[in-house]
C-alpha cells in the first residue's frame, strides 16, 4: 500500500504546541495561566504523542529522495520529544517533583 503523508501538518503542530507551552504566542491572561498551571502534564503528553508518531514513522519506509525527508522528519519528532522531555526535567529541578511531572497531585510541603 502507498500512502502519500503530508508531514506539514504535524511539523506545523508540533511549532505550535511549542510555541503556545513556551508562550512565544500572544496569549489571553487566563490561557497563560492556564498554561503555567498545566505544563507538566502538557509536556507529559506531548512526550506521548511523540512516542506514538516515533512508532507510527518506524512502520514507514521510503525511497530515493523520500526517505531523506522521511528521516529528517523522524528527526523532528525526536527534537520534539527532547524538547518536551527537557522540559519535564527543568520542572523538576525547580521544585515541581516527580509527582507532579507524572501528572500526580504535588505532595504537601509539610511534615517529613
Request: negative net charge.
Amino acid at each position: 500500500m502507498k500512502v502519500e503523508f503530508d508531514t506539514g501538518n504535524l511539523s506545523g503542530m508540533m511549532s505550535l504546541w511549542r510555541d503556545a507551552t513556551d508562550m512565544k504566542v500572544k496569549l489571553s491572561d487566563e490561557a497563560k495561566l492556564h498554561m503555567l498551571v498545566n505544563r507538566a502534564r502538557m509536556l507529559k503528553n506531548m512526550v506521548g504523542v511523540a512516542d506514538h508518531w516515533r512508532t507510527f514513522l518506524q512502520a514507514c519506509s521510503a525511497s530515493g529522495d523520500d526517505l531523506s525527508k522521511l528521516n529528517a522528519f523522524r528527526d523532528e519528532v525526536a527534537s520534539f520529544r527532547q524538547w518536551a522531555t527537557d522540559g519535564l526535567n527543568e520542572l523538576k529541578e525547580l521544585g515541581a517533583g516527580e509527582s507532579v511531572a507524572d501528572g500526580e497531585e504535588s505532595p504537601s510541603n509539610g511534615g517529613s
